[in-house]
């Protein structure tokens, strides 16, 4: 699966409001609401909530990736957004997330959101990618740039023993 597949022009967001990742959950969780990607809010907020109290998913250089593995669900579930101001993830580097990539996967697909994860990780270490998915000011800009850019590789970032298992939660 490339992450290209699954990003959809209508979950792609370009001015978040929020300026708490609380916040930020909240809103975007009531995006793919209103979308009907999802069906149900309150078991992913908390979900989302929960797996940010494990171990902050702010990865450093303006980024974030927060996901959960939603027992529910049954496909995956992928959202970009930017936030402009900046929201605290209490990333390993201290600085504000600008951009956010959560994505939600079915409790039993654990292979895929290990693989999302993990490609993920790859793609966004890129400074300059970074950079362009920022200077998008309009959700139509964000999709074209996502869509123009290294979408389509699929690369893996090695996980160490203990992000493996804080994802499975074992």
Request: hydrophobic share 40%.
């Amino acid at each position: 699966m490339r992450i290209s597949e699954l990003l959809n022009k209508n979950a792609v967001q370009a001015n978040l409001k929020s300026n708490t990742k609380e916040g930020v959950f909240t809103e975007i969780v009531d995006s793919l609401l209103t979308q009907k990607r999802i069906n149900e809010k309150k078991s992913i907020l908390e979900s989302l909530l929960q797996r940010e109290q494990q171990g902050s998913t702010g990865i450093g250089n303006g980024v974030a990736i927060p996901h959960a593995r939603i027992e529910v669900l049954k496909d995956v579930v992928f959202f970009v957004g930017l936030s402009k101001r900046g929201i605290d993830f209490s990333s390993a580097d201290k600085k504000p997330v600008h951009v956010i990539f959560l994505f939600l996967t079915p409790l039993a697909e654990t292979g895929t959101h290990l693989k999302i994860l993990s490609t993920l990780s790859t793609m966004l270490y890129s400074i300059s990618f970074v950079q362009q998915l920022r200077n998008a000011s309009t959700n139509e800009e964000l999709y074209l740039t996502l869509t123009q850019s290294r979408l389509d590789q699929e690369g893996f970032v090695a996980l160490n023993r203990d992000e493996i298992y804080l994802e499975l939660g074992t």
